[in-house]
Structure formats: C-alpha cells, structure tokens
C-alpha cells in the first residue's frame, strides 16, 4: 500500500524526488522497528508504554568498573515517531548521581552521539554532542550543589528507606526542583493495579509514581511541561525470568526437533513397508 502510494505521488509529480521517497521509507522503517523487551544481561527490565505513542525499555545491569571504581550501570532506550534515543548511565554506588552518560540518537537520516560528563563534587556538567568522530558543540552548567540525571531519578526514590507524606528532596536537573511526595494513591497501568507513593515537582513539571512495597517499582512517570507525555509500566522482568524464558524456548526447540524427526522417520517406515 504504501509503495503504491509513493507511485501515485511519482505519477503525479514528474519531479518528485527519490531522496524523499527514501526519507518517508527510513521514517516508516524507524517507527516501526522493536525496542528489544529483554536483555539477557540485565537484573532487571521494566518495559513502559509513551502516551501519546511510543515505548522506552530499562535495564539494570548491576555493578561495573568505570574509571578504576566500582560504579552502577543501567540504560534506557527511548522510541518515539522514529525518534530513538539510548542512554548508557552510569551514576555512584552509594549515592545514585550520575557520573557519566552515553546517549545514542537516530532520527531519519540523522545519527549523533552525546555524551554528559557529570563532576558532583563541584556542581558541574559537560555536555559534548558530536556528529561521527567531530565534536559539534559543547555546554556546560554549574549549579549550587550535585546535578542529577533526569532518567534515574525516579528509580533513586527506591533506595529512599523511609517515605511520608510530606518528604522531599531538592534536585536540580540542572534546574532546580523541588520533588515531594504528596500522596498514596492506587494507579492502573498495563501491568496492572498497583498502591503508589505520588510525588510532584515544584515549578510542575514531573511526577512520579513508585510502588509502596519493597521493590518501589516506578509504574509510572509523567512530563507536565512543554510537551506532555506519560510512561506507564508494561511489564517486568528479573534476569532469572529472562534465564527461564530463555531455557523453555531451548526446550520448546528440542521437543519440536524431537517430533519432526520422529515423523521423518515413521515416514520413511511407511515408504519402505509400501516398496515391500
């Protein structure tokens, strides 16, 4: 349908332009194309819906090694409209802000590569944004105290051991904010009914939704300015799932294999016995 789309527009425009014919295929391709929902490697994955369309996919992989010390790793990959978007983090073991962040973006034809420097100690970010192996452009920020990281601050909230209402926290992003937990309230989101801790930003510009038991599960999270958007939890997954899954596949293969070799061989039985 959509090639002989492209023919009509070609029929009607004699300078219709292949370049553009190829943009509008990239685009559809882009859109369309998976975010993988399980990564082997991973502890733990949590797959969310975008409101208005699109899906984003997280993945904790634990403790790795990062300039000579022990630091977590974690990424968020990001599709929307054929935009994707995948960030490598890595943030401090004991403290949860960001060190430095990789970011991987594709939008049509167009590939960069990000990368954020954080410097907590001192109020400071870097970020470097460049086009193959050219550096294109450079910012920096400081800020009155550490500078946080937009994609795991809600899942900082988790390591909070005690939670009120009323508890909050100063962050800057690098703006500044104020994220309050406001009120326990029950939320629907694909994977389910669950009973959240509800924190809001001032000025408003996010809100948060993690789970009120052990696991503080961020089910949801909402953008409130400029363009509105909301990640609702679709599933997730612990790698000793992902190691299940991965074993009943390998078996579900050996038994299908075991059958189709059971029939060629009744089969042949059967040509032989009719030969005779």
């Not at 984003?56 to 409209?81: A, H, I, P, R």
């Not at 049509?108 to 109020?123: A, K, M, N, Q, R």
């Not at 059971?262 to 009719?274: F, R």
Request: aromatic fraction near 10%; glycine fraction near 4%.
């Amino acid at each position: 349908m959509i090639i002989k789309m492209l023919e009509s527009i070609s029929k009607k425009n004699h300078a219709f332009n292949f370049r553009v014919i190829l943009l509008i295929l990239s685009f559809i391709f882009l859109f369309w194309q998976d975010i993988p929902a399980i990564q082997k490697n991973s502890l733990e994955t949590i797959t969310y819906d975008i409101s208005p369309l699109g899906s984003s996919v997280y993945n904790d992989y634990g403790k790795v090694e990062l300039y000579g010390k022990q630091v977590n790793l974690v990424t968020f990959k990001t599709s929307v409209f054929g935009f994707n978007d995948l960030e490598t983090i890595y943030s401090d073991v004991s403290t949860d802000l960001p060190i430095r962040v990789e970011r991987e973006i594709s939008f049509l034809l167009h590939d960069e590569y990000i990368e954020e420097s954080y410097f907590p100690e001192v109020g400071k970010l870097i970020i470097e944004k460049f086009e193959g192996t050219k550096k294109v452009e450079e910012f920096n920020f400081k800020a009155n105290g550490p500078i946080h990281n937009a994609i795991i601050l809600p899942f900082s909230l988790r390591r909070v051991p005690d939670l009120n209402i009323g508890w909050s926290l100063d962050v800057r992003l690098p703006d500044e904010f104020k994220v309050t937990l406001t009120s326990i309230e029950e939320v629907v989101v694909p994977a389910g009914t669950f009973e959240t801790y509800h924190f809001t930003s001032q000025p408003e510009k996010f809100e948060i939704w993690i789970t009120t038991d052990s696991l503080r599960i961020p089910v949801k999270i909402k953008g409130c300015g400029g363009m509105n958007y909301t990640l609702s939890m679709m599933k997730r997954t612990l790698k000793e799932d992902n190691e299940k899954e991965t074993k009943n596949e390998e078996q579900d293969k050996c038994s299908k294999k075991r059958k189709t070799n059971a029939k060629v061989q009744s089969d042949s039985l059967g040509e032989t016995a009719v030969h005779a």
